[in-house]
């Protein structure tokens, strides 16, 4: 040391305590792997697992190569599905807007008690996967179209629901400010205030809500509502793998196509 | 035809914003309010058309008392008076020829607003304005294609398609280059001396001020401390305005803004109820 400094000469990122501790988590963490490892392996057949490759291989084996014939049969189904999520999107959109008025903070008429309410609505629609939906509105409402776009609506309903909300809560105060200084009345604030600034987010939101609508709309024929989940399912049933091939790329196509139409159009209005 | 009577404002967090401010605007005069920031000049004309609640006082226009008014008396009584905004405030996803209507707001029909479809004297009429700030050509673009100077242009036009006894102006050039803001503020004078109209124009330029403006009002910490001729502003006036050198004042000014709004906000959830 050339110069005598009052400051200290040695730094660290971590003091020793910080260390050790770090040093125990780790351990902890460790110690709690090991422990879970062994929870989940004992009912584990080693013998299955290790033919888990064969029969890997079996399977994609049966699966090729596709038989392309089956395609024509799907058309309809595929059509079916589409209307689903479209429809679905819809439904749950003209659902969803009412609540996210409700919802937003500067725009609910009633903090206390229906703001909540529509808080709940949107969690309550959130928490239940479209499966489950389906599930229940197959049971209540009968199989077929009608209970998959219902359940693909309740779906969506928080999605945009929530998305929407946090928009609205996120315009321009200004701009609403100056609408209310011309003595427009609160309907009038709002279709000129809020809603031209909320209205990007707003197809933007739909947008994406039917790009994964198209993608949960593939699945709900096996819980028995319409589209072409159900030709899955029946090809499952009869163990016809090479249909199972050509009814997963086309849905691969179907998501393809929707993810790209739904970037075109988010481009568009951004 | 304006008339302040001790107007006070106090904050829920207990600052004191205004008090005990009385003032009197005859017609046709332009009146400039300059201040430190913080001094409750936004405040001052917030409370006249009630985007801010006064807590005391009496504001009034004509023969009508602005504070005590009901929502719906008040939202018939606030198109007499015209605002313009700092930051132009227009809503930018709208036409200009839109922004310009939504000064008609008060007078139309919800159906009418929401379908655009004005009465025709209302359209040559915002035809006639945008003529008149020279943006006629501009009238269906986007209000955010615009530049400041034409943005703010559009928002004089919106405050004058209300037909107003009164203009509102918060710090009109504040967010624009020395060269437009002499030309809004020529553009305004000229305005309001063609229609006899008086104003209150919030302004921090004091230079700008005492070119433009009939009557300079000082505010400090909520009260008048000066109100006279623009010639009377010396260099002694200037100090009792604005201190020797006040270096919190900003950071307070930032602080009234956010009350403010905050104030703004509650009361857009008043008003939805």
């Known amino acids: 040391m050339t110069e005598i400094s009052h400051h ?17 988590g780790w351990l902890a963490l460790v110690a709690l792997f090991v422990w879970c490892w062994q929870i989940m392996t004992r009912d584990t057949i080693w013998f299955f697992v290790a033919d888990a490759p064969r029969q890997a291989a079996d399977i994609a084996g049966r699966m090729v190569p596709p038989r392309w014939s089956y395609l024509g049969e799907l058309w309809l189904p595929l059509w079916d599905t589409i209307n689903i999520a479209t429809l679905g999107t819809i439904g749950g959109v003209i659902m969803a807007v009412p609540v996210a008025f409700l ?11 229906l703001r909540p309410v529509a808080l709940f609505v949107i969690v309550a629609s959130r928490s239940i996967n ?14 077929g179209l009608l209970a998959g776009i219902v359940a693909i609506a309740l779906r969506s309903i928080g999605f945009v629901g929530k998305l929407l909300y946090e928009a609205i809560e996120e315009t321009d105060q200004s701009q609403i400010e100056a609408i209310e200084a011309t003595g427009a009345s609160p309907a009038q604030v709002l279709n000129y205030g809020i809603v031209p600034q909320i209205m990007p987010a707003f197809w933007g939101i739909t947008v994406f809500r039917w790009d994964i609508n198209i993608r949960e709309s593939t699945i709900l024929g096996l819980v028995g509502a319409g589209g072409i989940g159900l030709k899955l399912q029946a090809s499952l049933n009869v163990l016809a793998w090479s249909q199972v091939t050509v009814i ?23 | 035809m304006l008339r302040i009577e001790h107007l006070s404002k106090t904050y829920r967090t207990g600052d004191t914003a205004l008090s005990d401010v009385s003032l009197e605007v005859p017609k046709g005069q332009i009146l400039g309010l300059i201040g430190p920031s913080g001094a409750g000049k936004s405040t001052l004309i917030r409370c006249i058309n009630r985007l801010v609640e006064p807590s005391a006082g009496a504001v009034w226009l004509g023969d009508v008392n602005l504070v005590t008014l009901g929502k719906a008396e008040l939202r018939r009584q606030r198109r007499r008076i015209g605002m313009i905004f700092q930051e132009y405030a227009l809503v930018e996803r709208l036409t200009v020829m839109e922004n310009v209507l939504s000064g008609r707001l008060g007078y139309v029909s919800f159906w009418r607003s929401f379908t ?13 304005l945008l003529d008149r700030v020279g943006l006629l050509d501009h009238a269906d673009k ?7 100077g034409q943005r703010q242009r559009v928002g004089i036009a919106r405050a004058l398609a209300q037909d107003p006894e009164l203009l509102l102006v918060d710090e009109p050039t504040a967010s624009l280059d020395p060269k437009t803001s002499r030309q809004i503020m020529r553009l305004l004078t ?5 229609r006899g109209l008086p104003a209150i124009v919030n302004i921090h330029d004091v230079p700008l001020a005492q070119q433009f403006m009939q009557r300079i009002v000082g505010l400090r910490a909520g009260r008048i401390v000066f109100d006279g001729p623009p010639e009377a ?12 050198e006040d270096w919190n004042a900003m950071k307070r000014g930032d602080e009234e803004q956010a009350r403010a709004e905050a104030e703004a906000r509650e009361r857009m959830e008043a008003l939805a109820q």
């Open chain 1, 8 to 24: 200290s000469q040695v730094w660290s990122h971590r003091t020793p305590r910080t260390r050790l501790f770090m040093w125990v």
């Open chain 1, 103 to 113: 919802a937003a903070r500067n725009t609910t008429p009633s903090a206390r008690f």
């Open chain 1, 130 to 143: 479209s499966l489950i939906w389906a599930l229940l509105l197959v049971a209540i409402i009968g199989p």
């Open chain 1, 248 to 270: 997963l790329l086309l849905i691969l196509a179907t998501v393809v196509i929707s993810e790209w139409v739904s970037a075109r159009m988010r481009h568009a209005i951004i």
């Open chain 2, 116 to 128: 655009r479809r004005f009465p025709p004297q209302d359209i040559q009429r915002a035809f006639a």
């Open chain 2, 142 to 148: 986007r209000a955010d294609a615009l530049s400041g």
């Open chain 2, 190 to 194: 000229e305005i309001c001396a063609e």
């Open chain 2, 233 to 244: 502003l010396t260099h002694e006036v200037l100090t009792r305005i604005y201190g020797e």
